[in-house]
Structure formats: structure tokens, C-alpha cells
């Protein structure tokens, strides 16, 4: 009487399967035991000194943004705190993560400027000559315009060939108050040659340039500074020579013109900002589609998406090239196309880890405070903060608890009891194998209470397959024989089943969306013990059961499968058609 | 473990039932008094924040020798017990080769002597090796702010989700008094025994919220099955909810025998192995939220549930149905007297006992039916539309057929 469809041995055998390519990918990460947390294993503690005398609000909201960047996820169980009135300390799992000094530290401090001058502003420069190749800081492109941008190699800068009004229609155009921006101004004439201080270019008042108090220069003035750079900033950029190794470490004043260099040593006159890291909604790295190398995409606010449009509207066509620049220094320059009313990318020599950062940092914002990162940061490894008595008797009391249930269940559903062993043993066992995935491929790391979390999400597992066997009896009390009463049992324990774990899951995928750290770190927990329920009752035990009701031990009501009349409390049960 | 296995029979045809549904006001005020404690103790001693939330003093301390696990633990140990409450359970690390770091929670200057001293005479060094600053909260209110937001929308989407599903929106408030009932126990635990409130707490409590949904959610949709017949089945509202909890009775035990055992493994182990320790104080906020999660939808839930169902019309219907019903064969549940039968005490056999629907022992005796009916006292109503009938010239009732009539 099973339904014509069911299989079960092929629901089991391509369960098994998936269950073996689980292992298969575990065995290819070639570590067998997962991930332990701070306070079972200890780790590596990152302190970091604040530059100048932050506020403790500034503090806090640095510490916030760290906390996001290595835990974002909430799996990683790392701990922030502040120390004193300008330490930030980085605990994470592991040892010696010091690759992950630079994430922690970095600013992440991102603007958009259109590029004035590359190298020099002499007014030749039609002469492709002048300029380097710009290979390493290529295209910039959006997904939108698809292959936008042909790498800049060598653009001259032509001055001309390019109109407001045709590509941003609506907009006013051309303040010619501002089309002379800074000839009155007088530059402090701080361009001090000492190529590793900070060159302070940002410390002139040029008055008319910077009419926007709040930092955004509207893409019409960053345009004129692209066509008509002021004689004094073409200057600076001659003073100017590029360090030879690491960032250029200058100020980036987002109202101010900037002068800064690539990691090439290509040095850049660039327009004030037009648009902030904080018009960022979300990052993200990887390969696109036709491209080679690893890219972060921007997504915008609608103002900063704008902001995007007009800005690649004005330079379209024209080989002239905005710049990408992070923490003072031009990570990618490129041209556009034509106007992009879409997400930016960033490219650049990415690797996957680094791109990942990146995007990682971008997303989460600029740090109000940055560190000096010469003398100011320091790691060392901890140890477990936790007795190392903790974790044995976790796991003890785990063993012990998992022995009471399998006793408990064996003494009260006898033969369906090993079907309850049976599926906790392979729930367990698929969850120690996500973990193992999970630690290797997201940072998942476990502790105490994680630990506590995963045994007492047995009880929870096991309660699907109680109130399966319950229904079973119950439509075997109601005169069914066993494999009707599977079928019958079956349909309602599943709408139960499916409408408890929703419950669960909905609280799972809600939590982890708002909820931060710790409580993320819960969320994904739950969302994972929750979906292996599923998976285990859906592709395990139902199909064991429709499998075992085809036997004559069970489906005879024999008196130590569970099934039989006295267990169920009636007198006789029925059998099968042709018993 | 027969008898236990006769009872799940016995409550599944309704043989034996406990009146979860009619004794409400039992359960309501055991609960109340429970939660008066629980708000008692948290107005009073308030919640004992952890280091994760407030913050607190850090001292690092350079030890002659390595700082080896040993002495850490040692250290711990001894300014646990160093008699300052802050101190009480403190995070202490070996850091690098030499160093030690100890966390506990802010403290005042005679304590911080006491402390400073616990941990000179465990690692023996002078004061001057051992430097003081400040830590600020790891678990800073951001975080706080965030879980909240999350936790609101969580309990408009559950509350949504619970009315879709079971098309009663009144089993999403029932629900959710359900879920504040056992949060508020297992906050009045903590503020009650003292136990220090860390960030695995907050994981506890969220554990707690989900499992009191879960198991709500699995008692409320065998109510919603077997109340969706009533028409047929000629119960009432809260008879066929009582049923449905007793069916989910034999499921609701299990379940809690099975989800409780390892939660009191670890509160067992982590009592007579370690003493004081946060494994302990986790495993004890389970142990409480998840028994009062199991205990509260049954016993809260289900009958606020039909109790806020009982003014509506179609209640109101299926209780005159069901009324109605046993008038027109009292002694229709009463079971028929099969060999080896249990007899009542008093020797009045069960097929004499007027009104009862059900013959229970002792304990499990549901409410005296208190019906006049049958006694003569109230004309019974008309059973059907009276109409004409041409062969007496007078109005006639008129009789459905047995088949048609049910039982």
C-alpha cells in the first residue's frame, strides 16, 4: 500500500551521496577537527594604538566597525574591546592570524575624484609620451556599460570634446565663478619634498574651490578642477614625488584637491571628492564574468549612484580618467565609456583574500580613527580562557546525555528506537561534517556555549521523529495497518514538522539579518541545526521507516518492534492485506 | 512502561483525559505566582551584568617564569576566590611567553587591593610587574540595539507567520504570551540565583524563545485538526482543543524527557566537576526555559487560546451542537463494559453514572457536568424545524435518521 512512487532506497542511497561529498570536501580541506573558540583554544590578540587623542564616541564606533569586519558573519566568535582611552584589542581564534592585522587596521576610507593630472599638468599634454603606462591601475567599469573601459594606456588628456549640458542634461552646469577656482588663493606652499611625511597638500584654504562645508563638491566643480587645473596645484604635483615603497600617507581632504600617487609610483592631481565611502550601500569581490582578475563591485546610494552617473557622463568618451582613492592612496584609475547609471568596479592587483578584505572593509565604512602603523600595533597569542577541564566535561556531558536519550528511546519505541539512534547518528555526524566544511570555508569557529547549543539541539532533532511515531500509532490505534498508517503518519507529522522548523527558521534568517555578533553567530547555529532537522527527517528517517514497514518485524507488530499491540495499548493491531 | 504505553491509547481515544482546557484558572494562577517571583527577584536584585557588558579593569602581568596554562588556571582560581564579588569569574589568558592577563568587572579601590594581592601571591611577583587598565564592553549597545530590532521584527513575523498558518490570529497571541511566560521565568532564574549574565546567556535566552515557539506551534496544529470538524464530530470547542492537548500529551512528555536529559547532563557534570562556571549557569537557564516552554503550551497556551476563542459565534455553535448532542444519547461516551475493565472505587459501575462524558480514575476526573439536562427540571429544545405534517393536522418533530444523526 506504499504510494507508487515512494523509494525508499533511493531517497537513502542519494542522501548517502550528498552526505559523501560532504566528507569528500571536508577531506579536501584535510583537517578533521573543527575550529575550537577563544576560550577553548585561545587565539591571536591584535592591540592597536589610536593616532592623536580620539574621542571615546569615535572609539566606540571604530570598535563597532572592527567588530564588524572580522566577525562579520558572526561565526568567527572574535572579541573587540577598548582599552584605556585610545587601544583597540582584537581577540580572534587561532593561531597566529596576523594576516589579519591589515584588515583589522586598515581606515578604509574611500573616495572618487577625477584625475586632473597624471605626473605632470604641463599643457602638452597631448603627447602620449609623458605618461607611463597605467596598466596597474586599470578599468574601472560597471556591469552596466558591460566592457566599458579599455585600460587607459597612455590617454592623452584632451581637454576639449566633452559637454556638460549633452551629458547630464538636467543639471546645472558651470558655475563660472568657480571656472577660475584658485587664482587668488594662496597655497601654503607645504608640498614639502620629504616623500615618506605627509605631504599636506589639503592645508591651503583655496576658498573658491571648496564651497561644500560638508565634503561632497558637486560634479560640476570637480570638472572644471579637471579641465582647468589651478597653476598652484599643477605646481605641488611637480614638488611632489612618490615614496618608494608602501602609502604615500597623505591627509585626504574630501573638499580638497588631492595630490597622491598609485602603487606604481604614478603620481596624480586629483579633483576634490565627489563621492564618499559613506554613499556606499554594498560591496562585494569576485571575478566578473569576461574578466581576469578578482574586482570589488560598488553599489551606491541614490545620491552616490547619481553622483556615478554624472561623473562618468562627463568624462565618457573623452579618455579622461576618475580615480578610486583609498586612505590617500589611488588604488584604481580609469575612463568611462559612457555615462554608467549603475554599480562601480574596482580592479586592481587583486588577490582573492585582499579583494575580499576590501570589499569586507568598504562595506562596513571608514574607521573614525586610524593607527600608526609602524609602532602603534602589536599581536601576540593567547591562551584558552576557559579551564581546560571545560571542555571534557562538555563533552562528557554531552556523551552522557546522548546515551540516556538512545537508552530512553530504545527502552520506549523498542525497534523504532534504533531508527531514532540511526537518524541522531547521522544528524550528528552531518553536522560535524558542516562544521569541519564550515570552519574551513567561513571561519566558523565552536565554543562552550556553541558546544551546549549543538547538544541540545539532539532533543530538538529527535522531537520530529516523536511526533512521527506518534502519529504513526495513532493512526495504527485508528485501525491502519503499518503501512497506511506510515503514508497517513507521514503527511501530518510533515505539516507539523515543516510548520515547527518555519518557526525556527524564520527566526533564524530574521536574527541574522538584524542581529550582530553573538547573536548572528546564534542565528546561523539555529538556521543550520534547524535545516539538517529537515534534511535528516525528510531523506532519512521517513524513507528508513517506509523501508523497515516492508518487514515482517514490524509490520507484524512484532512484540520488540514498538509497533505492536500492547505497545500501542490496544488489543490487536491490524496487519497487511495479504497477512 | 506498558502502562505508561496504555495511556497514550487511553488519552488518544479520549478514554482518560485530564481537563487541561476547563481547569484554567488552576494553571493561571500556579504561573502567576511563578512570574510575581521571577518579576519579584528581577525589581529587586536586578540582573548581574557580565564583564562582555559592562566592562571592567584588565591587569597584565609579567610572570618570572612562562606563563604556562597551569599558572592561569591557578590564577584564576585563586582570584575567583579572592572574596570580591566582581571578581567572582574572572577571564584570565596566557598572552605571548610571559604575560597574563586578568579581566574582571570594574571594582573599588579596597577590592582592587584584594584582587591585586590574590594575584601577586599566585604568580609571585611584585606589584610593580602587574599594570592596570581599563577595558570597555565587548558586547557594546549597538549590538544590544540590533538584537532588539531583530527580536520585534522576529516576533511580527512569527505572530504573522502562526496566523497564516493557521488561519487564528488569536493562536499568535496565545503564542506569544506563551514565549513572554517562559522568557520571564528564565529571567527571574538569573536575577534570583545571581548568575552572571553573559553573552552565551543571551544565546540561551534566544535557544529558550525558539524551542517555547517550536513546541507551541506543534500543540496548536493538532488543535487546529481536530477543531476543524466540529460540525461532525458534535464537540465542543474546548472539549476538541482538550483532546487535541491530551493526543500531543504522550508527544510533549517524550519530548521533554529527550531535549532535557543532555541540558541536565551538562547541569549535572558541570556542577560536580567544575564547580562554579558559565557551562553550568547556561545549562540551568535551558533546563528552566525549556520545561517552561513545554509546561506553557499546554498549560498556558491552549487554554487562553480557547478562551479567547470562546465568544465567537461558531464556538458558541459547536457548544450547542455538542450540548445538544449528548441530550439526545447521554450515554453515548460512556464505554461499553468489556472483561478485565477497571471499576470505580465505590462500586457503582460506569454505565450508571449519569452526565459524566467520561469515566476517568481518580486524578484524571474531569469537571462534574453541571447540565441540567436529562433531569427533568428544563424542557428540552425543539431538536429540528418543526413543520406541518398532513397526517395528524398538527405539528410534528421530525426525527433524522440514525445514520444521518452521528452517534
Known amino acids: 500500500m506504499a504510494r507508487k512512487n515512494a523509494r525508499p532506497g533511493r531517497t537513502l542511497a542519494v542522501f548517502f551521496l550528498v552526505l559523501a561529498v560532504v566528507y569528500g570536501l571536508v577531506a579536501l580541506g584535510g583537517k578533521w577537527k573543527p575550529e575550537l573558540g577563544l576560550d577553548l583554544q585561545g587565539g591571536t590578540r591584535i592591540m592597536m594604538i589610536a593616532n592623536g587623542h580620539p574621542t571615546s564616541e569615535a572609539m566606540k564606533q571604530a570598535r563597532s566597525i572592527i567588530d564588524e569586519r572580522v566577525n562579520g558573519s558572526g561565526v568567527t566568535a572574535a572579541k573587540v574591546t577598548t582599552q584605556g582611552s585610545n587601544e583597540i584589542i582584537v581577540d580572534i581564534p587561532g593561531q597566529s592570524r596576523d594576516d589579519l592585522v591589515n584588515e583589522v587596521s586598515q581606515t578604509a576610507q574611500l573616495r572618487f575624484r577625477l584625475v586632473a593630472c597624471q605626473q605632470s599638468c604641463s599643457t602638452s599634454s597631448s603627447t602620449s609620451s609623458v605618461l607611463p603606462s597605467t596598466a596597474p591601475s586599470s578599468g574601472a567599469s560597471a556591469p552596466a556599460s558591460g566592457a566599458a573601459s579599455a585600460p587607459a594606456s597612455g590617454a592623452p588628456r584632451a581637454g576639449l570634446a566633452y559637454d556638460l549640458k549633452q551629458a547630464k542634461g538636467k543639471k546645472k552646469h558651470k558655475k563660472h565663478k ?396 491490524t496487519v497487511g492485506g495479504r497477512a | 512502561m506498558s502502562k505508561f504505553t496504555r495511556l497514550g491509547n487511553s488519552l488518544y481515544t479520549g478514554e482518560k483525559s485530564i481537563d487541561f482546557v476547563g481547569r484554567k484558572w488552576t494553571w493561571y494562577a500556579i504561573s502567576a505566582v511563578i512570574i510575581i517571583a521571577a518579576i519579584l527577584g528581577l525589581s529587586l536584585k536586578g540582573l548581574n551584568m557580565g564583564l562582555e557588558f559592562t566592562g571592567g579593569t584588565q591587569y597584565t602581568v609579567t610572570v618570572s617564569g612562562t606563563a604556562s596554562q597551569k599558572v592561569a588556571d591557578s590564577v584564576r582560581t585563586a582570584v575567583g576566590g579572592s572574596g570580591v564579588k566582581a571578581a567572582s569569574d574572572p577571564t584570565v589568558t596566557t598572552s605571548g611567553a610571559h604575560n597574563l592577563i586578568i579581566q574582571i568587572k570594574s571594582v573599588s579601590q579596597a577590592e582592587n587591593t584584594t584582587v591585586l594581592k590574590a594575584i601577586t601571591d599566585t604568580t609571585h611577583v611584585s606589584a610593580k610587574n602587574v599594570s592596570q587598565d581599563h577595558v570597555g564592553a565587548s558586547w557594546g549597545k549597538e549590538v544590544a540595539t540590533k538584537a532588539i530590532q531583530g527580536l520585534v521584527v522576529f516576533l511580527v513575523a512569527v505572530m504573522l507567520f502562526i496566523a497564516m498558518y493557521t488561519r487564528q490570529w488569536k493562536m499568535s497571541v496565545a503564542a506569544l504570551v506563551a514565549l513572554a511566560h517562559d522568557v520571564v521565568i528564565t529571567v527571574g532564574v538569573y536575577a534570583l540565583s545571581g548568575f552572571e549574565v553573559t553573552p552565551a546567556t543571551v544565546t540561551g535566552f534566544l535557544t529558550i524563545l525558539g524551542f517555547s515557539l517550536y513546541d507551541t506551534v506543534v500543540v496548536f496544529d493538532k488543535i487546529k485538526e481536530n477543531t476543524k470538524n466540529l460540525r461532525a464530530t458534535k464537540r465542543s470547542y474546548a472539549d476538541a482543543a482538550n483532546l487535541a492537548v491530551n493526543q500531543t500529551l504522550v508527544r510533549s512528555i517524550n519530548t521533554s524527557i529527550v531535549a532535557l536529559i543532555p541540558v541536565a547532563a551538562i547541569l549535572w557534570v558541570s556542577a560536580v566537576q567544575l564547580g562554579t562556571s558559565t557551562l553550568k549557569d547556561l545549562a540551568l537557564a535551558l533546563f528552566v526555559g525549556m520545561a517552561a516552554g513545554t509546561y506553557s503550551s499546554i498549560f498556558i497556551a491552549t487554554p487562553l487560546f480557547v478562551q479567547l476563542k470562546s465568544g465567537e459565534k461558531e464556538v458558541l455553535d459547536a457548544e450547542r451542537r455538542a450540548r445538544r448532542a449528548r441530550q439526545a444519547d447521554p450515554y453515548a461516551n460512556v464505554p461499553a463494559f468489556v472483561e478485565g475493565m477497571e471499576v470505580e472505587d465505590d462500586g457503582i459501575p460506569a454505565e450508571l453514572r449519569e452526565g459524566e462524558e467520561t469515566t476517568a480514575p481518580h486524578g484524571f476526573r474531569t469537571r462534574p457536568n453541571t447540565d441540567a439536562m436529562g433531569r427533568g427540571r428544563t424542557a428540552p429544545p425543539a431538536r429540528g424545524p418543526v413543520r406541518e405534517s398532513g397526517s395528524s393536522g398538527r405539528r410534528q418533530p421530525t426525527r433524522q435518521p440514525r445514520s444521518k444523526r452521528g452517534k
Open chain 1, 178 to 573: 568657480a571656472g577660475t577656482p584658485s587664482s587668488s588663493a594662496s597655497p601654503s606652499a607645504t608640498a614639502s619634498a620629504a616623500p615618506s611625511t605627509a605631504a599636506s597638500p589639503s592645508a591651503t584654504p583655496s576658498t573658491s574651490t571648496s564651497p561644500d562645508q560638508k565634503g561632497d563638491v558637486s560634479v560640476d566643480q570637480a570638472v572644471q578642477f579637471m579641465n582647468n587645473p589651478p597653476a598652484d596645484w599643477s605646481a605641488k604635483l611637480d614638488a611632489y614625488t612618490c615614496p618608494a615603497k608602501g602609502s604615500a600617507n597623505v591627509e585626504d581632504n574630501p573638499s580638497q584637491p588631492l595630490v597622491t600617487c598609485d602603487s606604481s609610483g604614478v603620481k596624480y592631481l586629483l579633483s576634490p571628492a565627489i563621492i564618499e565611502g559613506t554613499q556606499v550601500s554594498d560591496a562585494n569581490s569576485g571575478i566578473p564574468q569576461n574578466g581576469v582578475g578578482y574586482v570589488v563591485t560598488l553599489d551606491f546610494h541614490s545620491a552616490g549612484r547619481k553622483a556615478f552617473a554624472d561623473a562618468t557622463g562627463a568624462i565618457a568618451g573623452t579618455n579622461q580618467l576618475f580615480a578610486i582613492v583609498l586612505d590617500g592612496d589611488v588604488i584604481s584609475a580609469a575612463t568611462a565609456d559612457s555615462r554608467i547609471n549603475g554599480s562601480a568596479q574596482i580592479s586592481g592587483n587583486f588577490t582573492q583574500a585582499s579583494a575580499a578584505a576590501l570589499a569586507n572593509n568598504l562595506k562596513f565604512g571608514a574607521l573614525p580613527v586610524s593607527f600608526d602603523k609602524l609602532n602603534g600595533i602589536s599581536h601576540s597569542t593567547i591562551g584558552p580562557s576557559l579551564a581546560g577541564n571545560q571542555l571534557s566535561a562538555g563533552l562528557w556531558a554531552g556523551g552522557i546525555g546522548l546515551l540516556l536519550v538512545m537508552l530512553y528511546c530504545l527502552l520506549y519505541y523498542r525497534g523504532l528506537g534504533l531508527v531514532v539512534i540511526g537518524s541522531l547518528v547521522v544528524a550528528g555526524v552531518t553536522v560535524y561534517g558542516m562544521v569541519l566544511l564550515l570552519s574551513k570555508t567561513a571561519d566558523f569557529t565552536l565554543d562552550l556555549p556553541g558546544i551546549a547549543g549543538l547538544i541540545v539541539a539532539v532533543g530538538i532533532t529527535a522531537d520530529s521523529f516523536i511526533v512521527y511515531f506518534e502519529r504513526i500509532r495513532d493512526e495504527m490505534r485508528d485501525g491502519k495497518s503499518m503501512r497506511v498508517a506510515v503514508e497517513a503518519g507521514w503527511r501530518r507529522a510533515r505539516n507539523t514538522c515543516l510548520a515547527a522548523d518555519g518557526v525556527s527558521l524564520l527566526a533564524a534568517l530574521i536574527l541574522y539579518i538584524f542581529g550582530a555578533g553573538d547573536v548572528r553567530g546564534f542565528a546561523f547555529a539555529l538556521g543550520l541545526s534547524t535545516a539538517i532537522d529537515l534534511v535528516i527527517f525528510f531523506f532519512f528517517t521517513h524513507p528508513t521507516i517506509q523501508w523497515l514497514s516492508h518487514y515482517k518485524f514490524f509490520n507484524r507488530g512484532h512484540r520488540l518492534s514498538g509497533l505492536d499491540a500492547e505497545a500501542l495499548g490496544v488489543d490487536r493491531i
